[in-house]
Structures are given as C-alpha cells and as structure tokens.
C-alpha cells in the first residue's frame, strides 16, 4: 500500500464511500499512476449501506427502461461479472433468473420484459411455459402459470465482492481511511480540500459514492441539488433445505416500488426472501418490523408455499437510496473536479463495474492522467476458507497451521486459521462484524452465541486492542461495558 502524500501535497482523487460503487472505482483507478484514497465512515468496506444487506442477484438487465442509463449500465456491468469475479476469486453462481407470472393476465408482463430486454440488449431470454418451468423449479407453486428465463442472471455474495474489491484497490496502492465521515468539502485551486474529522485531504478530483447520503455530500459541494429518501426492503433468511429449495432466484412481476419479493438461495447456501419496499424517511433505521416480515413471507409463499420458518437464522433491512423526481441512477459530473454517482438503487450491484467505468471516463474528460500502473496486479489471490476444502486439503492445512484444527465457530465450520487470515489480509477485519462478512463465523443458527467471545479474544490478541476497545461495527458499538475487577488483576 502506498503512503497518502506528505501533508500540502495534492491527492488525484479522494472517493468518499467504500460501498461496492465506491470500491469498483477505486480498484479501476488502481490500474493507473494516481494517488487515490478512500474516505469510508463505517469501520469496515460494503458495511455502511444497502451493499451489505441486498438480494445479491447480478441482473440480466431486462427490467430497466430502455434508453436509461440504468439499463446501459446494468446490462454493461452484468457482462463483466465473469472476468471481474474470476480476477478476484469470488464466488459467483451463473444459474439465470426467473420472473414467475401466476395468472395468464400477468403473461402480459413477462411479454413486455422480454421486449425491454430485447431492446436493452440482454441475451438469453426466452419464456418458459409452465412444464418446464415446473421442471425447473420443483417446489414452486402449482398456481404458476409461465415464467420469464433469463441465462445471463446470476448470484453473488455483495459484501464479498466488495471486499475483494477494496482487497484488489489496496493491493494496487490505494489508501482506505475507515471511520473517516466526511464532513465538509471546500473548493480549493486546482481541486477541493475533503475534511474528514481527523484527516483533512486535499485532492484534485473528488467522486460522491456515498450511497443514501450522496445528496448530502453533494450539496457540500453545492453541486446538483437533488434529494435522496430510502425505500426500505426487509429480508428473511433461512437454512437451505431440500423442501423449499430454490435452484434459481425467483421474482414474480415487478411493481412500481420494485422488483417485488424473490425467493433465492445465496452462494453461501442459505435461503433469502424479501425485499419489501416501503418509503421512510429517516436513512440510519434499518429496523425489520412484524409487518414487514409478514409481508414478506406472505409475498415469498406465494412463489414457494412450503417455505418453513422454523428454519428462520436471521432478518434485516436494507435502504434503496431514491433519488426524489428522477427514476435512473445520476453518474455525472457535478461541479468541476466532482463527479457524482448518485441513486445508484438496484440494479446497483451488477452495474457497479460499469458505473466505475463511466466516472472514470468523465474524470478522464475532465484531465485526470491515465499512463497505467505497471505494478497493477488483478487477481487476488484467494486462499479457501476450511470448511470449502476437500479432507485431504483440511488435513494439509491443519499439518502446516494447527490453528485450522481449532474451530471457533461450530455452525459454519471457521477456524482459528481461517479468522487469522482475515485479520492479516489487505483491508484486513477490525470488527466482530468484519469477521463475521469475511468468514461467516456468527452466520450460522446460533448467530455469534458461541464463537462471539472466541472471536473478541482473537481481535485482541492479533491486533493487540484493549477488549474494552472491540466493537461489533465500528465506534459507538462496543462488544464490552467495562470491567468487573480493575485491569492487571490477576484473572486467573
Ligand atoms: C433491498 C435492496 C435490494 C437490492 N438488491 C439488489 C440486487 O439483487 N442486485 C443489484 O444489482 N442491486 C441490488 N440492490 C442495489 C445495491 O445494493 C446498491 O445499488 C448498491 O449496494 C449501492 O452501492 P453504493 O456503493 O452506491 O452505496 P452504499 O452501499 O450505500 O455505500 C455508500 C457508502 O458511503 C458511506 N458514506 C456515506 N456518507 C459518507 C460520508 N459523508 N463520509 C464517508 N463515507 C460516507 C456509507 O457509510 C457507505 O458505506 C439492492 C438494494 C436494496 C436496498
């Protein structure tokens, strides 16, 4: 990892957010000889926003109305999911995606998909008719009528692909301020000086990737005034079992709130359902409530009716950021040397490539130097989690780091080694939370009940921290509430 310049000296670009746009952006500008940083106020990369708590479907692009550039950029971005998840070894399921209509009435809608697909460019769409549909998807209800297949959808876990994002951006020298809110920009000669609590940057270009906030961070610019509110979608999500297993997400015909509730199993095996679409105002409640949740099960029992909540492992929430009066993503340059990447809602995850892309190409309009970065590398390089290895491998692992004989978290198999590794990686986990999105230990059935202490102990010893300084996600979230005997009191 490169150093930021001393202080006085100018950065390329300062991104703030380290959400999956904000992540592809820095990984894309890593190809190049810039000095960029990111300015993040959540502890930990894709913890700060909707990036964390999505369906984690990579669309084909057949929702988006043809000519915005949400569709461009969905359908652009979705072609880059192969390179691009092969390059950091993340884990992506290419299994296409269905849209269910459960009428003949709503054929017309799978109908009018097709067409907008069509036009938006997507490949490999064609309607299925209900035997085969039946064929397909053996638990759906038998009151679904045809359904809409299109082969380039696929799945991936969000939080990882960022990771390995930022993982990939810092390998290649991009510098990662976590906990760094940005509070205010001020126009500068020659750029903007970004001031973000205890560091204060000066840079030549500044890209808004800040998600829900990114009004917020615009009007500090006193760029474009626009206004983002979040549309809440609510989550279930449960152990996989052969009874209600789903081979393909599986939407039924969308709304003018959404894509409506899906029923899809995650690359990490679990069942999630959701995500209801309601409009709030305040961006920082994420809570799940009792209606909700009926909802969305109710919406979810509809495509797969013997769904079972007794296999329930957790619920959460994640906010769209809806730009109020303007139904596309705003990817544009706002003020000179600030670029925007604003109501980047769903599709936002497979576009996010794409999206890097195009704020490169602006930033490049707008003077940014591209000579390339001889030391760019694009692959990370990936070591296996324990539980993903055959036996053999598990043995050898254990042989050369007993640490991998040690499981901490019983539900999802990690082990010490595996918790270790997570810590010691580029943009290294901080937090319990970290951990957890890393590895999946506090994932499983018993959601951090056992492994929780386990893990703290390991945080600390690691990254030599006070227990008492251990948070779940960052400030203001400490794991402990202080000590029970003064501290150097022999505990034995
Ligand atoms: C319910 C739901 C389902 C979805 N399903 C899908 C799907 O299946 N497929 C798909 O393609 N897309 C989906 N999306 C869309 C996708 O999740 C988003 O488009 C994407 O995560 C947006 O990423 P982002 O980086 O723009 O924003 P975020 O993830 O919000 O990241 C922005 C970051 O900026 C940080 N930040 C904010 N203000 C500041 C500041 N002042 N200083 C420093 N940091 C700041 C935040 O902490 C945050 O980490 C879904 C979205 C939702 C809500």
New binding site residues.
């Given amino acids: 990892m490169t150093d930021l310049p001393a202080r006085g000296q100018m950065l390329d670009v300062v991104i703030?957010?380290?959400?999956?746009?904000?992540?592809?952006t820095a990984r894309e500008l890593s190809r190049y000889r810039l000095n960029v940083a990111v300015?993040?106020?959540?502890a930990e990369?894709?913890?700060?926003?909707?990036?964390?708590?999505?369906?984690?479907?990579?669309?084909a692009g057949y929702d988006p109305i043809p000519g915005t550039l949400m569709a461009r950029l969905?359908v652009r971005?979705n072609a880059m999911y192969d390179q691009l998840t092969e390059d950091l070894g993340v884990h992506m399921e290419h299994h296409g995606t269905l849209v269910v209509a459960f009428s003949p009435s709503e054929r017309g809608h799978l109908e009018e998909l097709l067409a907008r697909g069509r036009a938006n460019g997507v490949p490999g769409l064609r309607i299925l008719e209900r035997s085969e549909l039946m064929e397909l998807e053996p638990n759906l209800s038998p009151e679904a009528n045809s359904a809409l297949f299109a082969a380039t959808g696929g799945?991936v876990e969000?939080y990882e692909l960022?990771l390995a994002l930022a993982e990939n951006a810092a390998l290649n020298g991009v510098e990662f301020l976590f906990e760094?809110?940005?509070?205010s920009l001020e126009a500068i000669p020659g750029g903007w000086r970004v001031n973000?609590g205890e560091r204060v940057l000066e840079t030549r270009f500044v890209v808004n990737?800040?998600?829900?906030?990114?009004d917020?961070?615009s009007r500090?610019a006193g760029a474009g005034d626009f206004h983002i509110h979040?549309?809440?979608?609510?989550?279930l999500l449960l152990e996989d079992r052969a009874d209600y297993d789903v081979q393909h997400?599986v939407f039924q015909v969308p709304t003018p709130m959404?894509?409506g509730i899906?029923v899809?199993r995650t690359p990490d095996g679990n069942i999630i359902a959701?995500?209801?679409?309601d409009d709030v105002q305040d961006k920082d409640d994420l809570a799940t409530t009792a209606d909700g949740l009926a909802r969305v099960l109710a919406g979810a029992r509809k495509s797969i009716p013997c769904l079972d909540t007794r296999q329930l492992v957790a619920e959460f929430?994640?906010?769209?950021?809806v730009i109020v009066g303007h139904d596309d993503f705003l990817v544009e340059q706002g003020a000179p040397g600030f670029f925007n990447?604003?109501g980047?809602?769903?599709?936002?995850?497979?576009?996010?490539p794409a999206?890097a892309e195009e704020l490169i190409s602006l930033l490049k309009g707008a003077g940014l130097g591209t000579t390339s970065n001889p030391a760019f590398i694009p692959i990370n390089a990936r070591v296996p989690l324990f539980r993903e290895c055959s036996p053999e491998q598990q043995k050898r692992m254990i042989a050369e780091d007993p640490r991998y004989g040690r499981i901490v978290c019983r539900c999802e198999t990690v082990t010490e080694g595996d918790v270790v590794r997570a810590i010691h990686r580029p943009v290294g986990a901080r937090t319990v939370d970290g951990l957890k999105f890393r590895t999946r230990a506090g994932m499983g059935r018993c959601q951090g009940g056992f492994c929780g202490p386990r893990i703290l102990e390991i945080l600390c010893r690691e990254l030599g921290l006070d227990p008492l300084s251990v948070t779940k996600c960052g400030t203001g979230s400490e794991i402990l509430a202080g000590r029970l005997r003064p501290k150097g009191d022999n505990d034995a």
């Fill in positions: 703030v957010g380290a959400g999956v746009v904000g992540c592809a300015c993040e106020r959540a990369a894709s913890q700060g926003g909707p990036t964390k708590a999505n369906t984690g479907i990579v669309h969905n971005g799945t969000p960022t760094h809110l940005v509070r973000a990737a800040a998600g829900l906030f990114a917020d961070v500090m979040p549309r809440l979608g609510q989550y997400p959404g894509k899906v899809s959701g995500p209801t679409a929430t994640g906010a769209r950021a990447a604003a980047i809602k769903s599709p936002g995850l497979t576009a996010a999206i």
